[in-house]
């Protein structure tokens, strides 16, 4: 067996130098941090006159992160306890604040650090302590001074931030899709603390120094599958079946992680346990145990909110014949939509449905039952698209295709994960389009994930040429990959 790198996770940083905001990911286990120059042994460089030529080091170390002043000028504040040069370490957890400033300045450099990749993400900040408002408002459609989030996965007005007693507080306004803070649903006005996370639908507000840093929605949710197994009564059929054991596994502690806007194919023979474990990490049904997380929130503990995040495109479409195609999605993006989207912002969101998939005019026009199978397919995700879900989930979208329609779709989801910024999970037969993809799950027989990685690092572990070779060689020898796997998500 060819051996594979272990895959790393990497932390990122949001960075806030006079106003403006940019990321940076950690590509080391050693990561320098120093003032821009041409010294090439600085990976992070601030363009800040408060930051020493080297200033620091965020370093990881049995998959913990830690921060080391260097002995510089300023020194660094981390959750504000202030290191300067004597070799502490100061350990990093999600949102952590590195702060960089001289004596006589309130602000200099602002760091946060994650173990998400946002080194992707736009981010913005919105400035609370600005003397000129007690009230901050965050939706689809609100004033200028508010924060605008332009998806119809936001209600109008979806919540609001309000200065209470020289506190910040927020309320939800019975938005549809509701807010979290630090993981949790909102209920009621909250007040918020220092290095509050704030999430609606896939936007991450971090409230911190009296400001609101948040990302715009150009990427898809990260989705974390932790150790999920699923477990069910064995018929008297199944030639597992005795008469001292009436169950069955069908998903084996299965865990990998997800990336956002990730393009993700779904892999293995009859009885691997495919759409079972596309049906548990969309939850369309739970596991016996394990958990799912789309973006840090616990699915199963939060299903009613985070369903409506969530696209499903099953094998069999549940469309309607004798109506337009335009029509279908009329109906479903009134049925889908928040009640506060007029028909104007419907029709736009439609339009950047159809624009989306490649479906023109004369397709729009058109009965659903008189489009060819690869535009009724492209109608199906459309339904699903219309509401603007961060991740969608596709049971055998090319079943029945001919090639070069196959090739087409194939080619249009990549789009979706790449250019629009879904995350996109596939379950495929087919392997003629597998090295479109970005990762590719295989799964053996018993609902064992025998692999996760990218098709070039299948086609090096497994040693084959052609990737239909893989479904053997995962059958014959699953007790070995399926161990090997998971030796390597250690």
């Keep these: 067996m060819a051996q594979?790198?272990?895959?790393?996770?990497?932390?990122?940083?949001?960075?806030?130098?006079?106003?403006?905001?940019?990321?940076?990911?950690?590509?080391?286990?050693?990561?320098?941090?120093?003032?821009?120059?041409?010294?090439?042994?600085?990976?992070?460089?601030?363009?800040?006159?408060?930051?020493?030529?080297?200033?620091?080091?965020?370093?990881?170390?049995?998959?913990?992160?830690?921060?080391v002043d260097a002995g510089s000028t300023n020194g660094t504040?981390?959750?504000?306890?202030?290191?300067?040069?004597?070799?502490?370490?100061a350990p990093l957890s999600e949102g952590s604040v590195i702060e960089i400033r001289s004596r006589n300045e309130q602000f200099g450099v602002l760091m946060i650090f994650s173990m998400f990749d946002y080194s992707r993400q736009k981010w913005n900040v919105r400035y609370l302590e600005d003397g000129m408002t007690n009230q901050v408002y965050i939706g689809r459609l609100v004033g200028p001074r508010d924060i605008s989030i332009p998806s119809v996965q936001m209600s109008r007005q979806h919540g609001v931030f309000n200065r209470v007693n020289g506190r910040w507080v927020y309320q939800d306004l019975n938005s549809k899709?509701?807010?979290?803070?630090?993981?949790?649903?909102?209920?009621?006005?909250?007040?918020?603390?220092?290095?509050?996370?704030?999430?609606?639908?896939?936007i991450k507000i971090i409230y911190t120094r009296g400001m609101l840093i948040y990302n715009m929605p150009n990427s898809g949710c990260e989705l974390r599958i932790d150790n999920i197994s699923k477990i069910v009564k064995c018929p008297k059929t199944d030639p597992s079946y005795n008469q001292n054991n009436h169950m069955k596994c069908i998903l084996?502690?299965?865990?990998?992680?997800?990336?956002?806007?990730?393009?993700?194919?779904?892999?293995?023979?009859?009885?691997?346990?495919?759409?079972t474990f596309l049906n548990c990490i969309n939850g369309y049904e739970e596991a016996t145990s394990g958990h799912v997380y789309m973006d840090g929130i616990d699915l199963y503990?939060?299903?009613?909110?985070?369903?409506?995040?969530?696209?499903?495109?099953?094998?069999?479409?549940?469309?309607?014949?004798?109506?337009?195609?335009?029509?279908?999605?009329?109906?479903?993006?009134?049925?889908?939509?928040?009640?506060?989207?007029?028909t104007r912002e419907r029709e736009q969101r439609i339009d950047q449905t159809f624009n989306m998939l490649g479906l023109d005019a004369k397709c729009q026009a058109s009965d659903v039952k008189k489009v060819s199978g690869g535009q009724r397919k492209r109608v199906s995700i459309a339904s699903e698209l219309v509401s603007d879900p961060p991740i969608i989930f596709l049971d055998e979208p090319t079943?029945?295709?001919?090639?070069?329609?196959?090739?087409?779709?194939?080619?249009?989801?990549?789009?979706?994960?790449?250019?629009?910024?879904?995350?996109?999970?596939?379950?495929?037969?087919?392997?003629?389009n597998i090295d479109m993809f970005d990762?590719?799950?295989?799964f053996a027989p018993g609902g064992k994930l025998c692999f996760a990685g990218t098709p070039d690092e299948a086609y090096e572990l497994f040693n084959v040429k052609d990737m239909t070779d893989v479904y053997k060689i995962i059958r014959e020898h699953t007790a070995e990959y399926d161990a090997y796997y998971r030796q390597t998500r250690r």
């Design 4 to 67: 594979i790198a272990k895959r790393t996770k990497r932390g990122s940083l949001i960075i806030l130098i006079q106003g403006q905001v940019s990321t940076e990911r950690l590509m080391n286990d050693q990561n320098v941090i120093g003032r821009v120059s041409t010294n090439n042994d600085v990976h992070v460089m601030l363009d800040s006159p408060v930051v020493s030529r080297i200033h620091g080091t965020i370093f990881k170390k049995d998959n913990q992160y830690f921060y």
């Design 77 to 89: 504040f981390v959750d504000g306890k202030y290191y300067q040069g004597n070799g502490a370490a």
């Design 177 to 202: 899709n509701g807010t979290f803070i630090n993981r949790a649903i909102v209920r009621g006005p909250v007040a918020l603390n220092e290095k509050d996370i704030l999430q609606v639908v896939n």
């Design 252 to 275: 084996d502690r299965v865990t990998v992680t997800i990336d956002p806007s990730e393009f993700v194919a779904v892999l293995g023979g009859s009885g691997a346990g495919k759409t």
């Design 301 to 342: 503990s939060h299903k009613d909110q985070l369903k409506k995040q969530i696209g499903y495109v099953p094998q069999e479409d549940l469309l309607r014949n004798g109506i337009s195609v335009r029509q279908t999605l009329r109906y479903i993006a009134k049925m889908r939509l928040p009640k506060d989207v007029d």
């Design 399 to 432: 079943s029945g295709l001919d090639p070069e329609t196959e090739t087409n779709l194939i080619s249009s989801l990549r789009s979706l994960a790449h250019v629009h910024e879904k995350t996109v999970i596939v379950i495929t037969h087919t392997l003629k």
């Design 439 to 442: 990762k590719v799950l295989f």
